[in-house]
């Protein structure tokens, strides 16, 4: 009798241990190996699987690179009309809606302002591995070339965004299933290009410049990923 009951004790105790283990793992979850990924500034982590799904389709958009070491080199008369198109930017924006009911340009014009300063600073640090989730494969090989090319000089860039005076949309529309957004970023910079000894090779860190950037954003609509990436660089007309 006295075994039957130590025998009852222990299947009440296994019982017990089982069910909170099944507790502990449903509160917890598992550990997918993706905990320690980068998050990207539009918010949401961004993980292998969906990444790699919106790069494939941001990889379509061709003839995009346009690198940036000469981006100091531009006179203020070559902006382009800023207001062209404004019924083509509302329609444009109205079907990246339709195809994703989140789409919030106001959201948007907030996380692409934060990667245009977490990108312009990785790339004056050549700092590849905070550019390269927030990049296409093809912008990503441009960035990646450009900087080694200066390290292989001895060159440093210093880059120094001291003022976003706008960031506003320019072009919205959809190619397939890939939402496509325009921005044009004016801000208030200093770049200076220093050589092997530290001497300044180009540029002036005590004469900001107003620097005009149009960069285009792309996501697959289709991906649960509500990142974007930078797939082309451009300077005004």
């Known amino acids: 009798m006295g075994d039957d009951f130590e025998l009852l004790r222990i299947l009440i105790f296994a019982a017990i241990a089982a069910f909170l283990v099944l507790r502990l793992r449903s509160v917890l979850g598992r550990r997918t190996g993706e905990e320690q990924e980068r998050r990207s500034p539009f918010s949401g982590s961004r993980s292998s699987s969906e990444h790699n799904s919106e790069r494939e389709t941001a990889d379509q958009h061709h003839d ?40 919030d340009a106001g959201q948007f014009v907030h996380g692409a302002r934060r990667a245009f300063a977490m990108i312009v600073e990785a790339y004056a640090k050549g700092d590849t591995g905070t550019l390269r989730p927030l990049l296409s494969d093809d912008l990503y090989d441009a960035f990646s070339t450009a900087i080694r090319e200066r390290l292989n000089q001895g060159e440093s860039l210093e880059t120094r965004v001291l003022r976003m005076k706008s960031a506003d949309i320019l072009e919205a529309r959809m190619e397939g299933r890939t939402a496509l957004v325009t921005v044009k970023f004016v801000t208030d910079q200093t770049n200076v290009t220093r050589g092997r000894d530290g001497e300044i090779v180009e540029g002036d860190p005590d004469e900001p410049s107003e620097v005009v950037d149009i960069w285009t954003f792309a996501r697959n609509t289709r991906a649960s990923d509500p990142n974007w990436l930078l797939v082309e660089t451009r300077t005004p007309n």
């Open 64 to 103: 995009n690179v346009v690198t940036m070491p000469d981006r100091t080199r531009r006179e203020s008369g070559q902006e382009s009309a800023e207001e062209e198109g404004s019924q083509s930017l509302a329609a444009g924006l109205t079907q990246i809606r339709v195809a994703d009911p989140g789409f």
